[in-house]
């Protein structure tokens, strides 16, 4: 596609966007009573307008019906989880036996490191990047103390080269190899958080199994931002949130992935809970857990209604495109922002997100040699919502479901005054 810097190039690429009137079922922020530009969704999504009347819907539930809740209703409670899989599932690229939603985000990778990650003498090492997410890397370090092992020794980051800010696949997939003889388990971010790179998933993945280890995802900044093969690429497990990309609030319910050759198989070792037990015994209220034969086995307490709702709401909107389509426009308008970004002479950055749009979702980090938060806090006072991080860098997110092409001129136009 061939860019330029004129504002009718952004009308008409926004004229010809089959999502267009996406935008207008989500809530924005105002700023001197207009919206902000929105780049912020790699933190938190916007409000869909129709999760009100959801929450409405299950508080009318609950003040009609009070415990028959669970069994009447529009969206009766006992199922809640089940109503978001068959979205989430094509969003993720799983089997719908494949995926759960549950808890929060490292909750659940404590949940499913207590599964999948099964040190001996031998082989108790973990593979991530360096520079990963805290909760993470606290997630990591705990889980190998609990284990006896020294985080130091048992925990391998993997560091860009001398002078780059991103990962090479060819560097990640050597180190596998070099360790393999030790080697339990690859965890690494589906994206990068900092650097907004997207990792080669499935090679990395087939690099691990090759390497006698499992291999684990964080999908936080890759679920609902760029195409995903979680079954095909033959990943062991994976974990999300839902409040950036698939805009489902503050706190929003958490979601996991377990290939169907564990979810599937009820010997797999996981925590038991009444939500995860057989439904065909659960009411029987008997000893013995017998685990659900699919991703649900992994649920520990009851449905969370009121977490779920916004997802749910959320879902609904993606149902009426596809993942497919979502990720087509993010590749288009990621590629126009960076195009326009690279006309810019008057504020000095470097994009260190991959040029390649296979290595990249919706989001440039920007890094700034210097006055990064003064800059930030000029894009905030201009009415551009952006996220700053340490050290100098400011992370730009157009999220294709609400962001179009004339957000991204108007940025552009904001910066050239800088």
Not at 11 to 27: I, M
Not at 141 to 166: L, M, S
Not at 190 to 209: C, E, L, P, R, V
Request: hydrophobic share 40%; with cysteine.
């Amino acid at each position: 596609m061939i860019f330029n810097t004129n504002k009718e190039t952004a009308l008409k690429l926004d004229a010809a966007d089959e999502l267009r009137s996406l935008k207008t079922l989500f809530h924005f922020p105002q700023l001197d009573n207009k919206d902000v530009i929105y780049f912020c969704g790699n933190s938190l999504g916007l409000l869909p307008k129709n999760a009100k009347a959801a929450f409405d819907t299950e508080l009318e539930s609950w003040k009609e019906l009070a415990i028959a809740g669970y069994m009447a209703g529009k969206n009766p409670w006992l199922k809640y989880q089940e109503y978001v899989k068959p979205a989430l599932s094509k969003i993720v690229g799983a089997k719908e036996n494949e995926v759960t939603v549950m808890n929060a985000l490292t909750v659940n990778l404590h949940l499913m490191m207590m599964s999948f990650y099964k040190p001996t003498k031998q082989r108790f090492k973990i593979i991530m990047e360096a520079g990963a997410f805290p909760s993470d890397q606290y997630a990591v370090e705990t889980q190998v103390k609990h284990y006896g092992f020294d985080p130091d020794e048992a925990i391998i980051e993997i560091a860009p080269r001398n002078g780059e800010k991103t990962l090479h696949t060819s560097d990640i997939i050597e180190i596998i190899e070099k360790n393999k003889n030790e080697l339990a388990l690859v965890l690494l971010g589906g994206i990068n958080y900092y650097t907004g790179q997207f990792f080669d998933m499935s090679a990395i993945t087939k690099a691990t199994h090759d390497a006698g280890a499992l291999a684990g995802w964080d999908l936080a900044h890759a679920a609902g931002n760029v195409r995903l093969q979680l079954h095909e690429w033959n990943v062991d497990f994976a974990v999300w949130c839902s409040y950036k990309y698939l805009n489902s609030g503050p706190g929003a319910v958490g979601g996991c992935f377990v290939h169907e050759k564990f979810a599937n198989d009820q010997n797999t070792h996981r925590f038991g809970g009444w939500w995860g037990n057989d439904e065909k015994t659960r009411f029987k209220m008997e000893k013995g857990f017998i685990p659900k034969n699919d991703a649900s086995g992994w649920n520990i307490s009851t449905a969370q209604v009121f977490n779920t709702v916004a997802l749910k709401a959320s879902l609904e909107i993606f149902e009426k495109t596809s993942i497919e389509a979502i990720t087509t426009k993010s590749d288009q308008l990621t590629g126009y922002l960076e195009y326009l970004l690279s006309q810019i002479k008057n504020i000095s950055f470097d994009i260190i997100t991959p040029s390649n749009k296979a290595e990249r979702g919706a989001q440039l980090s920007l890094y700034f040699h210097e006055k990064g938060k003064d800059i930030h806090q000029r894009m905030i006072d201009s009415g551009i919502v952006v996220d700053y991080r340490e050290p100098g860098v400011i992370r730009v997110a157009p999220a294709p479901l609400y962001c179009s092409f004339e957000d991204v001129n108007r940025f552009y136009e904001i910066l050239l005054s800088f």
